[in-house]
């Protein structure tokens, strides 16, 4: 069971990262760092926007859009770091 219990915490590391890459690069696009023309960055960008465009969506319908700012990724930041200490304070069920 405790290989269960590591390979759900790898899960969410990996949400974690994905979610931390597509802020950043979010950031980077609009301040122009980044040109979704140039096709290595419009696929990345577009394999991101695949991945959590269904996580997202359905948080957009809790919590919608204040005033141009999206929190959407900062609550699904949240969530991730909240079902991580679930699973370390229920640790002991996985041993």
């Given at each position: 069971?405790?290989?269960?219990?590591?390979?759900?915490?790898?899960?969410?590391?990996?949400?974690?990262?994905?979610?931390?890459?597509?802020?950043i690069?979010?950031?980077?696009?609009?301040?122009?760092?980044?040109?979704?023309?140039?096709?290595?960055?419009?696929?990345?960008?577009?394999?991101?926007?695949?991945?959590?465009?269904?996580?997202?969506?359905?948080?957009?319908?809790i919590?919608?859009?204040?005033?141009?700012?999206?929190?959407?990724?900062?609550?699904v930041?949240?969530?991730?770091?909240?079902?991580?200490?679930?699973?370390?304070?229920?640790?002991?069920?996985?041993?």
């Open positions: 069971m405790t290989s269960l219990f590591q390979i759900l915490l790898l899960l969410l590391d990996i949400a974690k990262f994905v979610v931390l890459a597509h802020i690069m979010s950031w980077l696009i609009n301040f122009q760092v980044l040109n979704l023309r140039q096709p290595v960055v419009g696929q990345i960008w577009d394999a991101l926007n695949r991945i959590l465009d269904p996580v997202y969506s359905r948080v957009r319908q919590i919608p859009v204040m005033g141009g700012l999206d929190f959407t990724p900062l609550v930041l949240v969530a991730i770091y909240a079902l991580r200490i679930v699973l370390f304070n229920n640790a002991m069920a996985f041993m």
